[in-house]
């Protein structure tokens, strides 16, 4: 079949799924601050959400677009999708409670009608040797980032944590940024980075069944700040801080994004690490914080040197 | 005291009261001068205006003890649960007990309004971090910080999933300072496709067959956690019990509104309709006596209509007003320029349908809270407005946006694009804050505006002919 994008969000979203139906899976990072439609600017709308729904609405070549409802931002913004009628779009429904079996037994059949949207779009369904082969595949190519990843982190630079929401293209100057400042990000834990890549698959259950083996994997396993309760999230923290040696976290969140803010100070009060809150307003926000990101490193080689 | 309906300030009240108590005008145990809830720091009373009825009254009374009442329930043995977003369904299950009251401490959200500056709510959820990018329900984290608004709850229950930004992360950073709470899920209300199984439920909204299925799974556990915490075994009957209580109180309602928007004159404020109406959501905290004062508010009503006697004229302009307002003061405003109530829409419509009693009460149940109009797309809440607005002849909206609340950024949008593919109306959207002092004039200019925009639309109708 020819090659056709599924635009997706979210990393609830089984990249490895997606592809198994035999389409090419896109992750948006991209802030579409430059499109106005169908979504305007307006006070209280996430910018992200937006960006996303305006961008992804112009991308050439699409089949589809996957959202969830893991917001109520991107909730709101899945009916401007429903309004055209020639975007084909899937709202996965992700729920935040996460701790019984009627919630996991609810992914597994959003992971089925999933399926059946791709279908309805021109994919083809895999069977289920066809889906391991894919999920082993991204499995390793999973690790072979992340065992890169650690190669990297051995420089001599203040250990970083930057944390929170999508992380845009037009926010990647962060890394060159902590960096210039003598920091490393030697954990992306924003919802594109390794926090949210999915646990191992068991290996004994996947062939029986792969799609319990996505649920595992990426419901129950991935911490995230919506999920009720989130204190998975927080151990998660905690676990990083023990295990890296980090010395401070910047966090990223965008405006009007209630369930990342709401946090700030619950992250504050469980690390005891300095901590540096940005709020995201356009694609300029990073630029526009480069004196605070500068003086946040320099504190942290203040209480540094001081301990020493 | 006249009979004649007029809108009274409390002030005004204190000397009708003198006159009730010299006709030896019996009052419930809650009743008693309004102005003495000014003395527990309600001083926002002072600037409303009141229905200067006797049925008013006791409903003003009844609303402004709950606290009271909550007191002496657990004074005398009782279990409280504070139950938190879903608005209707879990109280149900809780009153089919009989020691245990539900309330939902999401009413704190007005504390900021009726307690003006007494009140150190707010101060205290900014300092917890939850500023005002946050909907005013952030009251309730300083609510719970702050204490004395509510007694202790023994149990903390709250819906999740399809619910607003705001509240999910204020109930979190609620639980994260060491309040335990028990969390359901309630999924995205979606339409169903072709291959599925569709359901009408209770207000008209479709859902799907499975997604029934799992908000009874849900339901289950929490009756299974009231149950424990009860100490009592909820059955079926039980349940069905509770939900023909509810629905009584829930068709009192219904007539309440209905005369009250089609009436020819207004019979009924907008405030103490909106205060009868947010009872249907938890009773506040007692489900006997809320029936007799919506009853009592019913026959006043009744009486008015036959009488052709009430507020505002014959002229008043007809408004569907869209959520909630953070202060409630606003009401009067409306009315003082010119219009009148003739629909509503506060965010819980399915806590004032009738329940299905032909089905198995869980069942009933869990058709009812996928109804909740916030669950699913704001198009289908749009749609069951527009029918509103059919049944009650409204002539304008007013979209009231609640500031920091995360639906309503998008949502007024989508509900006015809606409402405008189906009627020539004018919509206007406002912004209410928790006190609104400052704003006033900028509200009451628009309120009159669009007041004015209908009657010169209808002046130019009646030109046309």
Redesign the interface.
Known sequence: MVNRKIIYTSPFIPAEFIAAYGFIPIRISYSGDEYNEP?KI?????PYMRGFINYSTQIDNTSGIIIT?T???M???S??L?NNSEINYF?M?I???WQ?L??NN?YL?ELKRLGEFLISVGGIKPNDEKLVSFMLSYERKRNELLSNHDTLSKKKKIPIVLLGETLTKENFYIFDLVSEFGGEIIVNATENGERTFPAKYNKRSIKDSPLLSLTESYFNAIPNI?K???DEFFNWLININKTRDILGIILLRY?????W??????IRECLNVPLLDIEITSNKTILRERNRIQAFMEIIKCQTSQNK | MSDVPKQITIFEWERNLELLNKLGIKQPWYGGNLSRHIADGDTRLKSLLFDNSLEALNLWNFLLTENERLENAVQNGKKLVGTMKDLGTIPIIVYSTANLIAFYPDGAWWIPCIMEQNSTVLTIADK???DE??CPVRAMLGAFIEEGHFPKTDLLI?S???????F??????L??LGNP?S???I??R?NPNTKETSVELPGGFIAEA?QIS?VK??LK?IIKIISDTANTKITNEMLSESIAKANQIREVLSQLRLLTFTAKICPLPSLELLIAEMMAIHYCSDRDEVLVVLNNLLSLVKKRVENKIGYFGLNAIKVFWINPVADIRVMNILENCGGRICGTEYLFTHALDAIPVDIEPLEALARMALADPMVG???DRAKRICNDIRRFGSEAVVIS?IP????????G??IANTIRSNFDIPIIKIEVPSISNSFEESIKTKLSALVETVNNNKSKSLKII
């Not at chain 1, 803010?261 to 619950?266: D, F, K, N, Y």
């Not at chain 2, 920091?404 to 949502?411: D, K």
Request: proline share 5%.
């Open positions: 979504i307006e006070t209280g709308v996430c409802t917001c109520d931002q909730r709101r913004g009916e401007f429903n709202l429904n729920p935040s409670s019984t009627n919630s609810l059949q919506f009720r309760p989130n405006i009007w994004c209630d369930l803010h709401s946090e700030v100070a619950r | 917890m971090g939850i990018s946050f709250s999740s999933g399809a619910i607003c930004d705001d999910s992360a204020i109930a979190q950073r639980e994260g709470i969390w359901w899920e999924p995205y979606r499975s799992f799974e849900e556990r797309p704001s198009t946006k920091g609340a995360s639906h309503c950024a998008l949502e949008s989508l």
